[in-house]
């Protein structure tokens, strides 16, 4: 079992940064791997980022490439996802997400647990 808590989200300008933290408790979280995803009001939820267990790999949906960055502790058991240049498009609330396996993810039924959500507004 994996428990999941993110926090860091908020209202900024466009243009600004915000860095999400995902704070995991369980024994399997430094074996698995991770990914942030988010969603809009009346959209569906999308992948943002993944990394895998080590944090050799990671991988990102175009729309945040070179300005989002996920990356991990496995020391302290959390992912972080740090959100530069931030855009109006970029307000969803957005979730942290565990794997049963080591691998990337970018598929909501690849992540078997999953945070409450924390919210991040981007104003114009």
């Known amino acids: 079992q994996v428990q999941l808590v993110e926090s860091g989200g908020g209202l900024v300008q466009a243009g600004g940064s915000l860095r999400l933290s995902c704070a995991a408790s369980g024994r399997t979280f430094s074996s698995s791997g991770m990914g942030w995803f988010r969603q809009a009001p009346g959209k569906e939820r999308e992948f943002v980022a993944s990394i895998n267990w080590n944090g050799a790999y990671t991988y990102y949906t175009d729309s945040v490439k070179g300005r989002f960055t996920i990356s991990r502790d496995n020391a302290k058991n959390t992912v972080y996802l740090q959100m530069n240049s931030l855009k109006p498009e970029d307000t969803a609330v957005y979730y942290c997400?565990?794997?049963?396996?080591?691998?990337?993810?970018?598929?909501?039924?690849?992540?078997?647990?999953w945070g409450q959500g924390t919210q991040v507004t981007v104003s114009s």
């Open positions: 997400a565990a794997k049963e396996g080591s691998g990337l993810g970018y598929r909501p039924p690849d992540y078997t647990y």
